[in-house]
């Protein structure tokens, strides 16, 4: 059964910083693509970051420079570290894994800046 099990969300002041994981069990995780997302309210989900199976990562414009995306394949798990948050970061934070024509998505877990 394949899952992809986010943590780490919650309530952040803006300048603050969070770290969201994925866990990942039912696929072989190490090969996958695995990628942030993100959906605020009333807008589209778009991409983050992404990081591919041999370790090449890429950013968003928005987020660039603040967000750091990594992976642990001996943990099935990939990492997404959130500094310098603003408000505009404020978003259900999804994970994502792709292979070929396959995907998987997370749950989601909530993120808020505010002060």
């Known amino acids: 059964q394949v899952q992809l099990v986010e943590s780490g969300g919650g309530v952040v002041q803006p300048g603050g910083s969070l770290r969201l994981s994925c866990a990942a069990s039912g696929f072989f995780f190490s090969r996958y693509l695995m990628s942030w997302y993100r959906q605020a309210p009333g807008k589209e989900r778009e991409l983050v970051a992404r990081?591919?199976?041999?370790?090449?990562?890429n950013y968003a414009d928005s987020v660039k420079g603040r967000f750091t995306i990594s992976r642990d394949n001996a943990k099935n798990t990939v990492y997404l570290q959130m500094d310098s948050l603003k408000p505009e970061d404020t978003a259900v934070y999804y994970c994502r894994g792709d292979y070929g024509l396959r995907n998987y998505w997370g749950q989601g877990t909530q993120v808020t800046v505010s002060s």
């Open positions: 990081i591919t199976s041999t370790g090449i990562t």
